[in-house]
């Protein structure tokens, strides 16, 4: 069974920055689908934060824009999302998954913007 793990998170300060990465496990063709970055904060819905077409078009969510980068590594089978300027409201856990066919959740990785 395919799988993501998501990595990266931790706790920083408002305007700091962090690294997440989304590794796939061997087993699909990871360069032929959209990568989408999610995130979900305590009693909201998840949320798309950023999407990398297998062309690499790339969309973000608006409070994204501008702070937020996504990009893929096909060798790799890895998404990463490089996140800037973060502020209180970026806290949540994040997750990356697939389109179409969606796969099952990973654990996703907690982004915590506190001082």
């Known amino acids: 069974q395919v799988q993501v793990v998501e990595s990266g998170g931790g706790l920083v300060q408002p305007g700091g920055s962090l690294r997440l990465s989304c590794k796939a496990s061997?087993?699909?063709?990871?360069?032929?689908?959209?990568w989408n970055w999610f995130r979900q904060a305590p009693g909201k819905r998840r949320e798309v934060v950023a999407s990398?077409?297998?062309?690499?078009?790339?969309n973000y969510k608006a409070a994204a824009k501008d702070r937020f980068t996504i990009s893929r590594d096909n060798a790799k089978n890895t998404v990463y999302l490089q996140m800037t300027g973060l502020r209180p409201e970026d806290t949540a856990v994040y997750y990356c998954?697939?389109?179409?066919?969606?796969?099952?959740w990973g654990q996703g990785t907690q982004v915590t913007v506190s001082s």
């Open positions: 998954n697939k389109q179409p066919n969606s796969l099952s």
């Open positions: 061997s087993g699909i063709q990871f360069e032929a689908y959209t």
């Open positions: 990398i077409t297998s062309l690499g078009n790339i």
